[in-house]
Structures are given as C-alpha cells and as structure tokens.
C-alpha cells in the first residue's frame, strides 16, 4: 500500500483573522440655534481644545460663494474679534446677521455642522461644515389597525343584508 501525504492544520489556521482597525471616530457636531447661534455642546467644545473664556475668534466663509457652507473659526487676540459666551449647557457664538446674510433660514429650518480642525497660516483654525438637519422618516405602521371604525365603515357593517 503506498503512503498517503497528509496535510496537518493548527489550532492557528482555525481561528479567525480579525483585523484591529481603528474605530473611526466621528467628528464633534453642533447646531444653529433659531435665534442665529451657533451653539458648541460642552462636550465639543472639551474635544476641539477650544478655552471657551479666554478665546476670541476670527469668523470667515468661503471667498467668492454666495450661500454659506462652511464656517471657519481662527483664535487670535485681536480686540475685534468674536467670543464665544456661555449659555444653557453649552456655549454659543453669536453670528445671527453673518448667518442671514449668508442665506441660512435658522428660524424656518434646523441646521448642523460637524467640527474639524485644519492649519492656518501657522495656528490652529476650526471648520464647521453647516447642512440641514436631517428629518428621520417615520416607517408606516403596518400592524393591526386599533381603536374604533370610522363610520362609513361602520355603518355598511350594521346594516342587514336582504
């Protein structure tokens, strides 16, 4: 009988590879309030690294673009600049004209932005990307209707069939 060659497996071979990828850490968010503030949640204010009493910002837009996108915000200490006040559980920023101008209808819709943090000209500056919030669409229900029959259908049941 001639020798059969058999391929022998390790406890390694059976387990499973599972590749440790970094969880993907979603960017800090906040929103316009309807009275034209951009409202930091403490939480975001804690994961930007932003001092909330002593930072002063400069606010500027896209150049050339009619409908505001993106906000930036760059900490300086100029005397002219925007400080963020306290108010509520978060902290606001506000910028009710600029928002207006810039055509965001605050008052009419909800808006958010999520937070990053991107270089300029040698210092740390914060982009919010502003996009309207989006509205969860109700599933219908398809289960048993309940409560009482309307009464068209109420009344062709109650009638005798002749």
Not at 55 to 69: A, E, H, N, S
Not at 147 to 153: A, Y
């Amino acid at each position: 009988m001639k020798a059969k060659s058999i391929r022998f497996f390790s406890p390694q071979e059976n387990e499973q590879k599972v590749d440790k990828k970094a969880k993907a850490k979603s960017l800090p968010k906040g929103y316009i309030s309807a009275a034209g503030k951009i409202v930091f949640p403490s939480l975001t204010i804690e994961e930007l690294g932003i001092e909330p009493d002593t930072t002063r910002f400069l606010v500027g837009t896209d150049d050339g673009k009619r409908k505001i996108k993106n906000l930036y915000l760059v900490p300086t200490n100029q005397d002219g600049a925007f400080s963020i006040t306290r108010s509520g559980r978060g902290y606001s920023l506000p910028l009710d004209l600029i928002l207006s101008k810039g055509g965001i209808d605050y008052g009419s819709q909800k808006y958010v932005f999520t937070a990053s943090i991107f270089q300029h000209e040698g210092s740390v500056g914060y982009a919010l990307e502003i996009s309207p919030e989006q509205a969860s669409e109700k599933v219908p229900y398809t289960g048993k209707p309940r409560g009482r029959r309307p009464k068209d259908s109420q009344q062709t049941d109650d009638q005798p069939v002749e």
